[in-house]
């Protein structure tokens, strides 16, 4: 086909500029017609005698019910629940068809949310039901919000909200085109879901759907409290299985970069709260897709406080296999961790150790967590958090994961020894962190850290070996204090400390002869041909009952090997 000369294209051009010209009249036309229609008389008669029809006519019964209940707010209105005929009043004006009256009902239960601070009886709730059903918006507005005032004050029983059917007329003002009715109705929802029957019944009643979707509400307010009922939601297994079906996952991962800080945080609450859970993994974090991962990560760096600690705590959660370690070191995490550390907060502290207490118990990390300025900032943290049983809890774990690997020697010359060492002084006997401890300790000092810590010992810290030692009710603790003892004996200082204990000594080692383990009492003899090399503890030995002991063990070690030897000939015939 040939190419068209300019005198047809100019028709062609013509010919469109008509056909628009003429479009447009047309148009033109068809609006100024309908226009003049709209303002003919006999239209307006129609549309007056409809509205006279539909318009709600305050009924004789409904006025006097207004006047009286007028008069019982204007002479004596307290901040309580009314009596039973103001309740049958107020009742009558929430289920009117009158706007202006149920206004009145709204504002009355708005301004006793406000004010009151006792519990709301139970006949005080029918009233809402019909106050949310309400065609006016005002109304909803005022009432979704007094019934958010209520459940925050905690003066409202929260699974009898549900109970009385108020969750459905609630879920159904999520679908509102109001910013505001919908912001409380989220802040309702969110409310309720604290309770587990709540939330099963919210699921059963399709409320995630909308919560998803006023996720992502160009109103902060609104997208604050959808994503807030979401986490609340989250703390079900149920509903966390339905809602990763619903494709919760990638919105709330999207919300982790939201400017709000709240609506970051509740969103990486609720992926801790899913991550809890293994089966979710995979979805989590797909190969194909690591933003998840990397988003967390960066947020670590958060400027406010519960935003990066939640941020630590979805990372634990999720890191279960070796190979999600390795990509979180890869992304640089322990940076970030270990600037955690010095952290203000507590609970960002307490996130971020629990996180390097999981990273360090893969040994492919731990060469790479045994690093010089790490090991310094344990030390420094146990220090500084000596009486904090999380703290010390999970430090004392690390350092004895990273002691395990070919860098000990970095541990020994950190302050991690003095850390560990000082804690005990500040460590409840009752506490599961003094195990971790002294279990720490001990393993040290079996690899030849006992050069070290003999420097830091001192009478406190001897007398207060001694004394877990002896305290055999607490059977961990007091094996791995009587163990360091043992191994750091060979040592002078640690001879005159342990010379002032000498009654103390001998009889937590009459108790290790005498017990039941065979490893206390392996620790006992030990430790016994250990000290007797020393005059002192020798004459000390001489003069109590330990040889009896030691006969005594040993004749029953000589009737258990008899035994053993026969038994093990009639296996052999």
Request: proline share 3%; glycine share 4%; with cysteine.
């Amino acid at each position: 086909m040939g190419q068209l000369c300019g005198r047809c294209m100019q028709l062609l051009r013509d010919f469109m500029a008509f056909v628009q010209r003429m479009s447009s009249d047309l148009v033109q036309g068809i609006k100024e017609c309908l226009t003049l229609i709209s303002k003919c008389f006999c239209l307006k008669q129609n549309s007056s005698k409809a509205s006279q029809l539909y318009k709600p006519i305050l009924q004789p019964h409904e006025r006097v019910t207004a006047q009286e209940f007028l008069q019982h707010i204007e002479t004596g209105f307290e901040m309580s629940p009314i009596g039973r005929d103001p309740l049958e009043a107020l009742r009558t004006l929430a289920f009117s068809e009158n706007p202006g009256l149920q206004q009145s009902a709204a504002l009355y239960y708005l301004h006793m949310s406000q004010h009151m601070n006792i519990s709301l009886p139970v006949e005080h709730l029918e009233p809402f039901y019909a106050l949310l059903r309400s065609a006016d918006l005002e109304v909803q507005q005022m009432s979704s919000l007094s019934l958010v005032n209520f459940l925050l004050e905690g003066n409202i029983d929260k699974e009898l909200v549900v109970q009385m059917g108020l969750l459905e007329p609630i879920l159904d003002l999520l679908e509102s085109e109001d910013a505001t009715v919908q912001c409380n109705s989220c802040a309702c929802t969110m409310t309720l879901a604290v309770s587990e029957s709540n939330r099963e019944a919210i699921g059963a009643a399709q409320g995630l759907t909308p919560l998803l979707s006023l996720a992502n509400s160009y109103d902060p307010r609104v997208q604050q409290n959808a994503v807030g009922a979401i986490l609340n939601l989250t703390q079900s297994e149920k509903i966390q299985q339905v809602l990763c079906k619903e494709g919760a996952l990638p919105v709330l991962a999207l919300l982790l970069e939201s400017p709000d800080s709240e609506v970051q945080y509740y969103s990486c609450a609720a992926l801790s709260n899913v991550a809890a859970n293994v089966q979710y993994h995979e979805a989590m974090l797909r190969p194909s897709n690591r933003f998840l991962l990397r988003t967390l990560i960066s947020l670590l760096s958060s400027s406010v406080d519960k935003v990066s600690s939640q941020a630590c705590v979805c990372l634990r959660n999720l890191a279960t296999s070796v190979d999600i370690q390795a990509e979180m070191v890869a992304e640089d995490v322990l940076p970030k961790l270990h600037a955690l550390l010095a952290s203000g907060s507590e609970d960002v502290r307490r996130a971020s150790i629990a996180l390097l207490w999981i990273l360090s118990e893969h040994p492919h990390n731990q060469d790479t967590l045994a690093c010089a300025e790490l090991l310094q900032s344990l030390g420094m943290l146990l220090l500084a958090h000596k009486t904090d049983p999380v703290i010390v809890g999970h430090t004392a774990c690390i350092i004895k994961n990273l002691s395990l690997s070919k860098n000990r020697q970095r541990i020994i010359e950190s302050p991690c020894v003095e850390g560990l060492l000082q804690t005990m002084l500040s460590t409840n006997t009752e506490e599961d962190s003094l195990h971790y401890v002294t279990s720490c300790l001990a393993e040290l000092a079996k690899q030849g850290a006992t050069l070290h810590m003999v420097q830091w010992m001192n009478e406190p810290l001897t007398k207060c070996l001694v004394r877990l030692a002896g305290q055999l009710e607490h059977t961990e603790p007091s094996f791995q204090a009587a163990s360091i003892i043992q191994h750091m004996i060979g040592h002078e200082k640690m001879m005159l400390l342990l010379k002032r204990h000498i009654r103390d000594i001998q009889a937590y080692l009459k108790n290790f002869l005498t017990h039941r383990e065979i490893r206390f009492q392996q620790l006992g003899i030990s430790t016994f041909c250990r000290l007797r090399e020393d005059p002192e503890f020798l004459l000390e030995f001489r003069e109590s009952q330990m040889a009896k002991l030691l006969e005594q063990l040993r004749q029953q070690t000589e009737e258990t090997q008899e035994l053993l030897r026969a038994a093990i000939c009639q296996e052999d015939s």
